[in-house]
């Protein structure tokens, strides 16, 4: 290697770290379990229509980014260059070839939250030079490389951390580690209903990150955001140009407005740009009349494959995602393997003890069992909700139990109660303080209360996806006991105890 000038030299593009872990990025992740270091490794920054590759990237929450280049220089190779201290070359942590990547990371941050984000400091990883190496090395090298901002060959965990937290004084007005990486990694932020931004697990970023194969399966336990995880995919699929067309199927035309309108709210968050008709949110059935309709077939109200379905080849989409693949008819399932063999299918199973086992929407949420009339309690929890200016209720039921309540409490409360149908489009629905529906529109809901009525008359997945709508409270009532409530009641009274 012949070095005529480290400035030159510097600004070479860095090479790529590898996706094998080598010996320090082992011992930073290593180091990563045991303090509050957040280590991201190969990932992407997406912004507009631009993409940008990290090597390395580690958060500390107390103290700001710390970014990392790879370089193989050797001992041999150093001391043999001819290195010349450029003029006016600047002595700081600022020399090493960064500021493409830290000004991507501001204009970021600045657009997003109007600031500069965190403070970023640089680190060059050595694999193969030692301490004692670089002490034998010219002093022009060691002044454009100061030690302090090296990772050697032979850097240990403490020596590691030591180098990291001497870069600044701890911090306590940094933004959470949510925001912070939520805002850098729009591809690991899913959205809550107030739009606040939670930094994906690594279970999620891990199905994000992996190429989909031609059927991927994500499973998961209720509440586990598997949905959001489809949004997140889609939105980094289009954005890597692996897919021009995605098709995602929800159950009902409300759910597909709904997650419509989140789709919309992500993208809005991340800045990309991304054309919006490349992504159609339909129901099954309506992809089913899409084919038919190609097919110069009559068109259906339900899930029906008809077999003429299952001979034409019928290329609608790069990608397929279903969610909610479980509840749907085994038919349906074959059809969209069959209609995806030459493209990718994405099906997604309500599950548990799978990829995706943690249930994010159960935290300080109260849980209520009443044996009792069901018809008076529903009517006193309500007129208790109200009176406490309680926010969004939502009485979960069959038809003939709505009927008599809403019926009834024209005498109880001034509030005018609406039903919610899934079936209707978002424009058409009036969403008010006070809501009833049926078990099978609840599909994308989501509410502060819920009070949920016959339940012997619905599946266990319908219960326990009631369940998880609610994010203040939950409140069954029941006239006799069953199987299903003593199952629930072992559940979530154990999990409050907890």
């Given at each position: 290697m012949n070095i005529s000038s480290l400035t030159s030299f510097f600004k070479k593009k860095p090479l790529k770290l590898t996706s094998l872990d080598t010996i320090l990025i082992k011992r930073l992740k290593s180091l990563s379990l045991q303090t509050n270091l957040l280590v991201f490794k190969d990932v992407k920054i997406y912004h507009h229509s631009s993409v940008y590759n990290i090597g390395l990237i580690v958060l500390d929450s107390s103290r700001g980014l710390y970014l990392f280049e790879s370089k193989e220089w050797t001992y041999d190779e150093l001391k043999k260059a001819d290195i010349q201290k450029a003029q006016n070359q600047e002595n700081s942590t600022e020399t090493l070839a960064y500021e493409n990547t830290q000004n991507i990371i501001k204009q970021k941050f600045n657009e997003l939250t109007h600031n500069d984000g965190v403070p970023i400091f640089n680190y060059l990883m050595m694999e193969n030079l030692n301490v004692d190496e670089y002490q034998h090395l010219n002093d022009s090298f060691k002044s454009l490389l100061p030690k302090e901002k090296i990772i050697f060959s032979d850097s240990n965990q403490a020596d590691i951390l030591k180098k990291l937290q001497n870069s600044c004084q701890e911090r306590a007005d940094l933004q959470s580690v949510d925001e912070i990486m939520g805002t850098l990694f729009i591809q690991y932020a899913i959205l809550d209903r107030q739009k606040e931004v939670h930094l994906c697990t690594n279970e999620q970023r891990e199905f994000i990150d992996t190429p989909l194969k031609n059927v991927t399966y994500l499973n998961g336990c209720h509440g586990s955001g598997k949905s959001n995880l489809l949004l997140l995919k889609s939105i980094v699929e289009m954005l890597d140009q692996n897919s021009k067309?995605?098709?995602?199927?929800?159950?009902?035309?409300?759910?597909?407005?709904?997650?419509?309108?989140?789709?919309?709210?992500?993208?809005?968050?991340?800045?990309?740009?991304?054309?919006?008709?490349?992504?159609?949110?339909?129901?099954?059935?309506?992809?089913?009349?899409?084919?038919?309709?190609?097919?110069?077939?009559?068109?259906?109200?339900?899930?029906?494959?008809?077999?003429?379905?299952?001979?034409?080849?019928?290329?609608?989409?790069?990608?397929?995602?279903?969610?909610?693949?479980?509840?749907?008819?085994?038919?349906?399932?074959?059809?969209?393997?069959?209609?995806?063999?030459?493209?990718?299918?994405?099906?997604?199973?309500?599950?548990?003890?799978?990829?995706?086992?943690?249930?994010?929407?159960?935290?300080?949420?109260?849980?209520?069992?009443?044996?009792?009339?069901?018809?008076?309690?529903?009517?006193?929890?309500?007129?208790?909700?109200?009176?406490?200016?309680?926010?969004?209720?939502?009485?979960?039921?069959?038809?003939?139990?709505?009927?008599?309540?809403?019926?009834?409490?024209?005498?109880?409360?001034?509030?005018?109660?609406?039903?919610?149908?899934?079936?209707?489009?978002?424009?058409?629905?009036?969403?008010n303080n006070l809501l009833f529906c049926n078990y099978s529109d609840i599909n994308e809901l989501n509410t502060n209360h819920i009070i949920l009525l016959d339940l012997c008359f619905t599946s266990e997945n319908e219960i326990e996806y009631a369940f998880n709508l609610a994010h203040s409270s939950v409140d069954v009532v029941y006239e006799e006991e069953s199987k299903e409530i003593i199952e629930l009641r072992n559940k979530y009274e154990q999990d409050k105890e907890e």
């Amino acid at each position: 290697m012949n070095i005529s000038s480290l400035t030159s030299f510097f600004k070479k593009k860095p090479l790529k770290l590898t996706s094998l872990d080598t010996i320090l990025i082992k011992r930073l992740k290593s180091l990563s379990l045991q303090t509050n270091l957040l280590v991201f490794k190969d990932v992407k920054i997406y912004h507009h229509s631009s993409v940008y590759n990290i090597g390395l990237i580690v958060l500390d929450s107390s103290r700001g980014l710390y970014l990392f280049e790879s370089k193989e220089w050797t001992y041999d190779e150093l001391k043999k260059a001819d290195i010349q201290k450029a003029q006016n070359q600047e002595n700081s942590t600022e020399t090493l070839a960064y500021e493409n990547t830290q000004n991507i990371i501001k204009q970021k941050f600045n657009e997003l939250t109007h600031n500069d984000g965190v403070p970023i400091f640089n680190y060059l990883m050595m694999e193969n030079l030692n301490v004692d190496e670089y002490q034998h090395l010219n002093d022009s090298f060691k002044s454009l490389l100061p030690k302090e901002k090296i990772i050697f060959s032979d850097s240990n965990q403490a020596d590691i951390l030591k180098k990291l937290q001497n870069s600044c004084q701890e911090r306590a007005d940094l933004q959470s580690v949510d925001e912070i990486m939520g805002t850098l990694f729009i591809q690991y932020a899913i959205l809550d209903r107030q739009k606040e931004v939670h930094l994906c697990t690594n279970e999620q970023r891990e199905f994000i990150d992996t190429p989909l194969k031609n059927v991927t399966y994500l499973n998961g336990c209720h509440g586990s955001g598997k949905s959001n995880l489809l949004l997140l995919k889609s939105i980094v699929e289009m954005l890597d140009q692996n897919s021009k067309k995605i098709f995602i199927l929800k159950p009902t035309i409300l759910a597909c407005d709904i997650f419509k309108q989140k789709l919309l709210n992500l993208i809005e968050h991340a800045i990309v740009e991304i054309d919006l008709s490349s992504i159609e949110i339909i129901t099954p059935v309506e992809l089913l009349n899409k084919h038919l309709l190609k097919l110069a077939k009559e068109t259906i109200s339900h899930i029906e494959v008809h077999p003429k379905l299952m001979k034409k080849y019928y290329n609608i989409a790069d990608t397929i995602m279903c969610d909610d693949a479980d509840l749907l008819p085994k038919e349906f399932i074959q059809y969209l393997n069959f209609i995806q063999k030459k493209s990718k299918l994405v099906l997604v199973n309500t599950l548990l003890d799978t990829q995706l086992n943690k249930n994010f929407k159960t935290l300080n949420r109260e849980v209520n069992f009443h044996k009792t009339n069901p018809h008076a309690k529903t009517l006193q929890l309500i007129s208790k909700l109200l009176r406490e200016k309680a926010k969004d209720i939502l009485i979960i039921s069959n038809t003939s139990s709505r009927e008599k309540l809403q019926e009834d409490l024209t005498s109880f409360i001034e509030e005018e109660p609406d039903t919610i149908n899934s079936s209707e489009a978002l424009m058409n629905q009036k969403f008010n303080n006070l809501l009833f529906c049926n078990y099978s529109d609840i599909n994308e809901l989501n509410t502060n209360h819920i009070i949920l009525l016959d339940l012997c008359f619905t599946s266990e997945n319908e219960i326990e996806y009631a369940f998880n709508l609610a994010h203040s409270s939950v409140d069954v009532v029941y006239e006799e006991e069953s199987k299903e409530i003593i199952e629930l009641r072992n559940k979530y009274e154990q999990d409050k105890e907890e």
